[in-house]
């Protein structure tokens, strides 16, 4: 064997890149695992693992059942944090096959160039580094490796729909889909429902899919009515809860993206900055170029992940215009275009431009991972005093364990004095760390807390918890919060010389409704 032999016997291979990518981020989330304390959209589902139902108020119910077994063996912070990190591991396992899959042919991996003609991308296994350059793009952002830690409702939709995608793929390259399909197909879409009410635009896709590639022969297929009876029956739980609960869950969601009468440009414009820096200036910017490419939508592979990603975008931009979008609620839009932004630049990997964009954000991008992920296992940067990014999810644990030692101060062992918080998310975080105890939330609004632990009662004495960026001292002498609030304890929690937040202890008195 000759020395060029060799090197090319040992050239690595795209899926054993992949394997490494995943296997180092996985060992990151690890370690993480056991070092961060939960955030607070963390902390309410393991609550809700610890208290199943057949769903729940603020989302449907599969975010939750998915912690019950962890949740039953490993009640911790790190064992809250067991099934995100394996749902981040399919994820890639997913986006990786969906990716080669439908850019596999040359009739299918192609991109169109400026003069009008296709180029293809079926060059010796192309469509495989298509895959591991997906992944790349996928833990090159900020928010999916940070979703990849932390237990959402979008981590399992995710997965779901990428199993989606690629079962429609399958069925569109038949003649006539086989009885197993659409059923899988009717399980896959109940359970995505299950996972949150956005999924409503998985029918929006599907019929899309159905007319522009006019397949109304569908429509005389059983396996498609036996589809729709499966999907139902998933989602029977859902709505079981609702009809036992005045539909609550059901209201809640259609006032949480309407309540705003006006449809405001300077809140879409925030919430595309926030996407802008999260999701990576590149995958951004390329995104959008894609959705209104035109020829994207004469192409089946690239079509059929746009009529999945665009209604997505499309709710979520008219939404909010009304309530600015958290950056993770749009994540499975971004999702579904990294395959097509990946294909695109492998098309025009010659050109230097596409070179230098790739080279910077992949700089950038490892410059950017190496500071979150540090910075998420010790807050090394130095920030004034009540100004750390982090302080919204930091010393939630401590903040606890005080509470608990002024409980015994102030109240009588059997009967201590009860805890209130002005905000659901502040009770999960509270909640996670005092359990058994229920926590109250002073707001007057319906949240989960009301379902678990019943309302405060008028009259009511209570320790109230307040950290630094609540207003301080705490609204009194109204309805829905106490008549007289006396300071007890103020906490700062220091780190590296600075103080990253503090927290107040109120005992207070008489709670009016």
């Known amino acids: 064997m000759n020395m060029k032999d060799r090197l090319h016997s040992h050239k690595i291979e795209p899926h054993q890149a992949s394997v490494l990518l995943v296997l180092l981020m996985t060992l990151v989330h690890i ?11 963390e902390a309410h589902y393991a609550l809700y693992g610890l208290m199943p139902d057949w769903s729940y108020f603020d989302h449907p119910p599969l975010v ?56 293809s991308a079926h060059n010796g296994g192309a469509s495989h580094w298509l895959g591991f350059w997906s992944l790349i793009a996928l833990n090159g952002t900020l928010m999916f490796p940070l979703m ?47 996972s949150k009410y956005t999924a ?10 159905m007319m522009v590639e006019k397949r109304w022969d569908w429509l005389k297929q059983a396996g498609l009515w036996l589809a729709v009876v499966v999907a139902l029956l998933v989602i029977t739980p859902l709505l079981y809860w609702n009809a036992m609960h005045e539909w609550a869950s059901f209201l809640y969601q259609l006032h949480h993206g309407t309540h705003n009468p006006d449809w405001r440009i ?3 414009l925030r919430s595309q900055a926030a996407q802008f820096v999260v999701y990576t200036p ?30 997505v975008f499309v709710l979520f931009a008219w939404g909010s215009g009304r309530e600015e979008s958290l950056p993770h609620w749009p994540a499975l839009a971004w999702l579904l275009l990294i395959p097509i932004v990946v294909n695109w630049l492998w098309q025009s990997r010659a050109k230097l431009t596409v070179k230098i964009a790739v080279a910077t954000q992949l ?10 992920h540090s910075f998420l296992f010790t807050p090394w940067i130095p920030f004034e005093d009540h100004k750390n990014p982090i302080q919204g999810e ?3 644990k401590q903040a606890a364990e005080t509470a608990l030692q002024i409980q015994t101060e102030l109240g009588k062992d059997e009967d201590p004095l009860p805890l209130f918080v002005s905000n659901w998310s502040y009770a999960s975080h509270l909640t996670w760390y005092v359990r058994p105890q229920p926590v109250y939330v002073t707001t007057g609004k319906q949240t989960q807390f009301e379902f678990w632990f019943g309302k405060a009662q008028a009259g009511m004495d209570g320790l109230l918890v307040v950290p630094h960026y609540e207003k301080i001292p705490p609204q009194t002498n109204q309805t829905n919060r106490f008549e007289r609030c006396e300071l007890v304890k103020k906490l700062p929690i220091r780190t590296n010389g600075s103080i990253i937040v503090s927290y107040y202890f109120y005992h207070c008195t008489n709670y009016l409704r």
Do not use: H
Not at 90 to 102: A, G, P, R
């Open 363 to 372: 700089a950038l991008s490892l410059v950017l991972s190496l500071i979150m």
């Open 148 to 194: 990849g830690m932390g237990q959402l409702p979008d981590n399992p939709l995710m997965v779901i729909v990428l199993g989606l995608v690629w079962l429609v793929w399958q069925m569109l390259q038949t003649e006539q889909a086989s009885l197993k399909q659409w059923l899988l197909l009717g399980l896959l879409v109940g359970l995505a429902a299950l």
């Open 64 to 119: 939750g059942w998915l912690q019950i077994l962890p949740m039953w063996l490993f009640p911790t912070d790190w064992g809250a944090r067991i099934v995100p990190i394996s749902l981040y591991v399919l994820l890639n396992i997913l986006l990786y096959k969906v990716t080669v899959t439908l850019f596999a042919s040359p009739d299918q991996a192609c991109s169109f160039s400026e003069t009008g003609s296709e180029v």
């Open 282 to 311: 590149l995958l951004f910017l390329l995104g959008w170029w894609m959705m209104f490419k035109i020829r994207n939508y004469q192409n089946q592979a690239t079509r059929l992940l746009l009529l999945f990603a665009v209604p």
């Open 200 to 209: 409503v635009t998985l029918v929006i896709s599907l019929l899309l899919v």
């Open 31 to 41: 370690v993480l695992a056991f070092q961060v304390e939960l955030g607070g959209d």
């Open 394 to 396: 930091y010393g939630w």
């Open 266 to 268: 300077a809140r879409f």
